[in-house]
């Protein structure tokens, strides 16, 4: 009888984590809509809060539970609302996401204190800027150019002349990843950061 009433509890709690990843997700999804460029960067570049339910996911539940929540956000938008690029923004959106929630999530569980979630943010933030000038640079800019049917040089003139339009620093390939992908990534960073911190709290006492 024991081991029957361990095996009920532990599908109820799944029931529950799994219950609370798919509220936080169609949370996400919704959020991810209302999207705004930042007038100093590309118009191309645009920013939304959808991490905040995902960072607020890992925090609760886990790392894995952030990354899926950016998972499933992703396949809503797609599903939902289609996609543009043929899928490469939304796995843009998922490789970088799910990058800074995973390494916050994975510092502030830990050692769950204020202190770890600040240094958990900080980090993830980081690494997900960085990741997000790697791929873009190896992966994403070369695969819109193939969704565009453009040679890839072709492409990043096109990009870099967009952004030298709000950034006149940015000269070329190099530079526009580190003047433009990499500081936008950051600014992301920390307005999801400050976000989290703001509502984590009241959130996490429902989620528990």
């Not at 543009?84 to 490789?95: D, K, P, Q, S």
């Not at 709000?166 to 950061?193: E, M, W």
């Given at each position: ?45 645009k ?81 997900m800027?960085v ?33 030298q ?44």
């Amino acid at each position: 009888m024991g081991g029957i009433k361990i095996l009920v509890l532990k599908e109820k709690m799944s029931t529950k984590v799994l219950t609370k990843i798919s509220i936080l997700s169609v949370i996400a999804f919704i959020i991810m809509i209302l999207e705004f460029p930042l007038g100093f960067f590309p118009e191309f570049l645009k920013i939304d809060f959808s991490d905040v339910p995902a960072l607020i996911g890992a925090f609760a539940m886990g790392p894995i539970a952030g990354v899926i929540i950016e998972f499933i956000k992703n396949i809503l938008h797609i599903v939902i609302r289609g996609t543009a690029t043929a899928g490469i923004g939304e796995l843009a959106n998922f490789v970088v996401g799910g990058t800074f929630v995973f390494i916050a999530g994975i510092i502030y569980s830990k050692n769950k204190t204020f202190k770890n979630a600040l240094i958990g943010m900080i980090t993830g933030t980081i690494i997900m800027s960085v990741i997000a000038g790697i791929f873009n640079y190896l992966l994403f800019i070369p695969l819109y150019a193939v969704y565009y049917g453009l040679p890839l040089e072709e492409y990043i003139k096109i990009a870099v002349e967009m952004a030298q339009k709000a950034n006149s620093f940015v000269v070329d390939y190099k530079t526009f990843i580190l003047i433009s992908i990499v500081p936008f990534n950051i600014i992301k960073g920390i307005i999801i950061s400050i976000i989290t911190l703001v509502f984590y709290k009241r959130i996490s006492k429902l989620l528990h």
